[in-house]
Nanobody
């Protein structure tokens, strides 16, 4: 498994932008499909975006399409989540996750998780 560390969260205003980063340790990052999930207070963890090891395939939750962009740089062992047009409903802890194999949107398929980074959006 890879170790994952997220960063880039914070307190922002509605309509602001953020870029979350997730740095992975280990030499096998390039073989991992990566995903971003989020969990708001009192709610279950939900899928946000995912990307295949080669970046050829990406998936997005309907609620974030057109505002969020997932990308990765395998040379830097890093996956990014660019968030534009932030809304108060985007407030949550954002988690980075990884899995060997095909990219999926199911959190149960991911076996490496970061500690999360808090994103708070004020109106």
């Amino acid at each position: 498994q890879v170790q994952l560390v997220e960063s880039g969260g914070g307190l922002v205003q509605a309509r602001d932008s953020l870029r979350l980063s997730c740095v992975a340790s280990g030499r096998t990052f390039g073989s991992y499909a990566m995903g971003w999930f989020r969990q708001a207070p009192g709610k279950e963890r939900e899928f946000v975006a995912a990307i295949s090891w080669s970046s050829s395939t990406t998936y997005y939750a309907d609620s974030v399409k057109g505002r969020f962009t997932i990308s990765r740089d395998n040379a830097k062992n890093t996956v990014y989540l660019q968030i534009n047009g932030l809304k108060p409903t985007d407030t949550a802890v954002y988690y980075c996750a990884g899995r060997l194999g095909l990219v999926t949107t199911n959190h149960a398929d991911f076996n490496s998780w970061g500690q999360g980074t808090q994103v708070t959006v004020s109106s």
